[in-house]
């Protein structure tokens, strides 16, 4: 057990001792990577768990139904974000909300208006709004990101940022993701500052790593550690040089426990174990395992030409971030989580990413391959036998003429 572990185990223990467990929590978007990590150390200290979920084939949840503590502990509720007062049944009789669903998508081609904007927004004045209709409740913990905190990496490779700081460059077309959890949690705060009920935490951690309830391939903290270590096509030259400040999802859900259940927590806390960057990522698990397809060196494609590409990778990522997040790296100060009444501690990152990539070892996901940069040199190697061929040939013509 690494001292980051027992630190936040001892931690926790000494919050829930003389807490009284009587009344259920809720966990919205309980299908959620975060989510489920939640669920289940919820229902390990004993608490029952008003889960809310969006699912239409429940059978899809029977991994929380298994959990220990489930059957009789863990009700499920069908709940939609911009449906009003469907949340009403889960959070009756409930006394602390956690509040993480909330759309975590990156891809090419979004309405980012309707899929991301409306949902993380809507959906939090929804929930916050059933708050104030129900009696019992008395803390809210919201899970928000640092994208809350700045857009790009250049926003904060010059000096540190903290929880003062507001992401204020984020839009509908560049880094639209963070534009949407900038919004919910700045209306998070108006509606938390119009009544005296409940008192509200944030959470704003960076990327999410570490082991799911199971493998979840849908998921955007997944899909980049899958582009990493899965031979993709986007790694055949290297791994891209994008700055990505990291946290454990087992550290990330132990302080939205501590938020929920001790009242001297305030405020927003930024949770970041490393300010790291995609190659550090790679670095690290081809150390780790060797015989995977995990890229060696750092991409050597100029900035510009990264650029210049990025809207044709159709990655859902525009110019504007290459250029800002490429060859920097970010400042995130953390201490308020540390020093302050958070105060938990955090796992090695290396820890983060080996348990998460063997996870996806485990599930099939990942096979053992050569280093993708092999495909890269075989293009290279082709391409230059397919411009010094006929150079060859015409020399050869020229001398016997």
Same mark, same amino acid.
């Given at each position: ?117 409306? =949902?993380?927004? %809507?959906? #939090?004045? @929804?929930?916050?709004? /059933?708050?104030?209709?129900? &009696? ?5 913990? $919201? ?16 000096? =540190?940022?903290? %929880?003062? #700081?507001? @992401?204020?460059?984020? /839009?509908?077309?560049?880094? &639209? ?5 900038? $919004? ?32 979840? &391939? ?184």
């Amino acid at each position: 057990m690494t001292d980051a572990v027992h630190h936040n185990q001892e931690r926790l223990a000494q919050v829930l001792k003389d807490y009284d467990k009587s009344k259920p929590v809720v966990v919205t978007g309980v299908d959620g990577y975060l989510a489920g990590v939640l669920v289940q150390q919820l229902l390990s200290h004993g608490f029952v768990v008003h889960g809310t979920h969006i699912q239409t084939n429940e059978s899809n949840l029977n991994y929380l139904r298994s959990l220990p503590q489930a059957k009789h502990n863990l009700k499920l509720f069908r709940a939609n974000l911009l449906d009003e007062g469907s949340f009403d049944e889960a959070f009756r009789g409930c006394e602390v909300v956690f509040h993480t669903a909330s759309p975590f998508l990156l891809q090419h081609g979004l309405d980012v208006e309707r899929q991301l904007v409306q =949902p993380a927004v %809507e959906g #939090t004045r @929804n929930v916050l709004q /059933t708050c104030n209709r129900t &009696p019992t409740i008395r803390r809210v913990v $919201l899970t928000s990101s640092v994208g809350a905190i700045f857009a790009d990496a250049a926003d904060c490779s010059d000096s =540190p940022v903290d %929880e003062t #700081t507001w @992401n204020r460059t984020s /839009t509908l077309i560049h880094q &639209p993701y963070f534009y949407s959890k900038t $919004l919910a949690e700045q209306e998070a705060w108006i509606i938390a500052g119009g009544q005296t009920q409940w008192s509200l935490v944030v959470i704003n951690p960076a990327m999410i790593l570490g082991p799911g309830l199971q493998y979840f &391939p849908n998921s955007e903290s997944f899909k980049t550690i899958y582009k990493c270590g899965s031979g993709h096509w986007l790694t055949w030259f290297g791994s891209p040089t994008f700055a990505m400040p990291a946290v454990d999802i087992r550290d990330v859900v132990a302080a939205h426990m501590i938020a929920g259940f001790d009242m001297a927590v305030t405020g927003r806390h930024i949770l970041c174990s490393a300010n790291s960057s995609l190659p550090e990522f790679c670095q690290i698990l081809s150390r780790l395992f060797p015989n995977y397809p995990i890229p060696r060196i750092s991409a050597p494609i100029p900035i510009f030409a990264l650029a210049l590409v990025a809207p044709f990778l159709r990655q859902g990522i525009d110019r504007k971030a290459v250029w800002r997040n490429c060859n920097c790296r970010t400042q995130l100060d953390a201490t308020k989580s540390i020093q302050g009444a958070l105060n938990i501690r955090y796992r090695p990152l290396e820890v983060s990413l080996r348990d998460m990539y063997q996870q996806m070892i485990e599930a099939g996901a990942v096979q053992p391959a050569l280093p993708p940069e092999v495909y890269g040199l075989s293009i290279v190697l082709v391409a230059c036998l397919a411009i010094v061929s006929p150079l060859i040939q015409y020399y050869q013509w020229f001398r016997s003429s």
